[in-house]
Nanobody, 123 residues
Framework: QVQLVESGGGLVQAGGSLRLSCAAS????????IGWFRRRPGKEREFVAAIGWSSGRTVYVDSVKGRFSISRDNAKNTVYLQMNSLKPEDTAVYYC????????????????WGQGTQVTVSS
């Protein structure tokens, strides 16, 4: 099994930045990809970004391209989501998720999920 713990959320003004971290532990050798998802108030969970654990290949949802950047430090078993130029619409609980077989955009591809970290962007 894999355990994921998100951190780095908080309250920030529009235009500001936050860096989220996702620390993985357990049987991390089985991981293929890590993704970030979010739940905005009153909405379903949505894909944000993903990265291949070994390859480093990345993919982003269009709404965050140019503002968010996903990266990983394999030695630390940690994935990061750098969020710049934050907008009130980015307010959400952000979750990291780990996959054994892919790094795509669908939540069903991910077997392990963290508990989430709150990001609030004020106007």
């Amino acid at each position: 099994q894999v355990q994921l713990v998100e951190s780095g959320g908080g309250l920030v003004q529009a235009g500001g930045s936050l860096r989220l971290s996702c620390a993985a532990s357990g049987r991390t050798f089985s991981l293929y990809g890590i993704g970030w998802f979010r739940r905005r108030p009153g909405k379903e969970r949505e894909f944000v970004a993903a990265i291949g654990w070994s390859s480093g290949r990345t993919v982003y949802v269009d709404s965050v391209k140019g503002r968010f950047s996903i990266s990983r430090d394999n030695a630390k078993n940690t994935v990061y989501l750098q969020m710049n130029s934050l907008k009130p619409e980015d307010t959400a609980v952000y979750y990291c998720a780990a996959s054994r077989g892919g790094s795509g955009v669908k939540s069903g591809e991910y077997e392990y999920w963290g508990q989430g970290t709150q990001v609030t962007v004020s106007s």
